[in-house]
């Protein structure tokens, strides 16, 4: 991995040395636009729309029009804004964990520890842990301020940026305020559907099925060109769920065939993790 920022972390008079790393990367499959009949590469160019010619990406600048007014931001007029330069990952305040909406998350990184000796970073961590507590703080990343916390993820600290409260969106959904009446045994059942869903989150337990289908026709088209058979290569697929769209005309009657239908599959799934087993010990003994 490669660090895209260096600074530290500053609160009081404690100043802990990190290097910051994205915490995330995309493992989706590149594919380009291309002319269907020969194959050909799309390209774009930037043409303007007044003179008709095309402009290099040098020559282009950043303007805004709210219908009324219309005016040009340039690459100085941006430049001269006054922006924090800071090094500094700036502690503003701690705040108790529950208080932070997923909703506010946007990108997440890691920090490194810098410092030869790191015991600035494992006590901040700790006290993080301990305290139960998000640290609220400002980081300038290519240019511009951002809001983010600053918490524990396993044996690092990590950072994720946030949302301005105001680009969160107020709803007001009319059906939320619905005085639609919630029977006890509709409650009971449902809390027992739930239940039968209910497990730790393991997240390497799933996948991007579409990538990996993806990947598959990718991979057969290579071997088999434009004499692949799409049926013959898909048609281990299972079918889909049957289809269960329309209105639920009795809710009670749709839980409890809900919680009937995960108790089998479960008890299936534990009947051949068994027989897995026993033939395993079969082939040992054998």
């Known amino acids: 991995m490669r660090a895209i920022w260096t600074g530290s972390i500053a609160f009081g008079l404690v100043n802990v040395p990190v290097k910051l790393y994205s915490a995330t990367e995309d493992h ?5 636009q291309v002319h269907e009949k020969d194959g050909g590469r799309i390209r774009y160019q930037r043409r303007c ?7 290099e990406y040098d020559d282009i600048v950043k303007s805004y029009d709210d219908g009324d007014h219309r005016v040009i ?3 100085e007029d941006l430049e001269a804004l006054p922006s924090d330069k800071s090094d500094d990952i700036d502690v503003l305040q701690f705040v108790p964990n529950d208080q932070i909406d997923p909703i506010m998350l946007e990108k997440s990184y890691f920090l490194e520890p810098t410092s030869k000796t790191p015991k600035a970073y494992l006590l901040l961590r700790q006290t993080l842990e301990d305290t139960e507590r998000t640290a609220i703080v400002k980081i300038t990343l290519r240019t511009r301020t951002r809001l983010a916390i600053l918490r524990v993820c396993g044996k690092v600290l990590m950072i994720q940026t946030l949302r301005w409260a ?3 969106r107020d709803v007001d959904f009319k059906g939320v305020d619905s005085r639609a009446k919630i029977s006890d045994k509709e409650l009971k059942m449902s809390a027992k559907l739930v239940e039968s869903y209910s497990e730790d989150f393991t997240p390497e337990e799933f996948t991007d099925d579409y990538q990996v289908e993806l990947r598959k026709l990718i991979d057969a088209k290579i071997e088999k060109g434009e004499t692949l058979d799409l049926e013959e290569t898909f048609a281990d697929e299972s079918d889909q769920d049957e289809d269960t769209g329309g209105d639920v005309v009795d809710l009670m009657e749709a839980l409890r065939k809900s919680v009937d239908r995960t108790r089998s599959a479960k008890k299936s799934g534990k009947s051949g993790k068994s027989d897995a087993k026993q033939e395993s010990k079969a082939k040992k003994t054998g």
């Open 28 to 32: 989706d499959v590149d594919m380009h």
């Open 49 to 55: 729309e007044e003179c008709g010619k095309t402009v």
């Open 73 to 75: 931001i340039t690459k």
């Open 166 to 168: 105001d680009e969160i």
